[in-house]
């Protein structure tokens, strides 16, 4: 199975300014069939059900705010939301879907207000 | 809008069974796969098993194989997930999530509310 670790496990960061998730695959998850990486982001504010922010590592899904972008190949990925807002206070997984079963997440990272 | 709506929280007993549905709406059911996946307490996400909508063929996470059954009813656009001899340390929230793609499986678009089961 490939394993997914991100860091950090939380972060504070200020209102308006930059939040950077990492996540790391054990493998590789792109793949040179369609050259894409097959890596997800989610988010899950507290008491809700996780939701779909990217997939493809970088393609934002609809109506999610264009200050969340994803990054990487191959096996480090990165989310960045540019300007922290309060409704992004929340914790962010990535998942990976390449090599499945079973579909594995990171063990997610918490991300709050300074 | 697509909809995943599951049933409510259950309390079970150890060695006990649970089944949890997850009713579907807002697209055409039979076009997707459905997944589970449980969160634990403070934990992270689960993966269980899928059950494809159109011809009801499942697969599922080696650790549950022998202890989940997925399964659906396409006319009432519902699917379940049966687990069966509960112990404690499958108290969670259990989610259903659809998922895109139809020759290859890839990321979960929609999910459920999640239906919390506490075995004790």
């Known amino acids: 199975d490939i394993v997914m670790t991100q860091s950090p496990e939380s972060l504070a960061v200020s209102l308006g300014e930059r939040a950077t998730v990492n996540c790391k695959s054990s493998?590789?998850?792109?793949?040179?069939?369609?050259?894409?990486?097959?890596l997800a982001w989610y988010q899950q504010k507290p008491g809700q059900p996780p939701k779909l922010l990217i997939y493809?590592?970088?393609t934002r899904e609809s109506g999610v705010p264009d200050r969340f972008s994803g990054s990487g190949s191959g096996t480090d990925f990165t989310l960045t939301i540019s300007s922290l807002q309060a409704e992004d206070v929340a914790v962010y997984y990535c998942?990976?879907?390449?090599?499945?079963?079973?579909?594995?997440f990171g063990q997610g990272t918490k991300v709050e207000i300074k | 809008q697509v909809q995943l709506v599951q049933s409510g929280a259950e309390l079970m007993k150890p060695g006990a069974s649970v089944k949890v549905s997850c009713q579907a709406s807002?697209?055409?059911?039979?076009?997707?796969?459905i997944h589970w996946v449980r969160q634990a307490p403070g934990q992270s996400l689960e993966w269980m098993g899928w059950?494809?909508?159109?011809?009801?063929?499942?697969q599922y996470s080696r650790k549950f194989q022998g202890r989940v059954i997925i399964s659906r009813d396409a006319p009432a656009r519902t699917v379940y997930m049966e687990l069966s001899s509960l112990r404690p340390d499958d108290t969670a929230r259990y989610y259903c999530?659809?998922?895109?793609?139809?020759?290859?499986?890839?990321?979960?678009?929609?999910w459920g509310q999640g239906t919390l089961v506490t075995v004790s």
């Open positions: 999530a659809r998922g895109v793609g139809v020759s290859t499986f890839l990321w979960f678009d929609s």
């Open positions: 807002g697209y055409t059911f039979t076009n997707n796969v």
């Open positions: 059950v494809i909508a159109s011809n009801g063929k499942t």
């Open positions: 493998r590789s998850v792109f793949s040179y069939s369609n050259n894409n990486n097959y």
């Open positions: 493809w590592a970088s």
């Open positions: 998942q990976q879907y390449l090599s499945t079963p079973p579909w594995t």
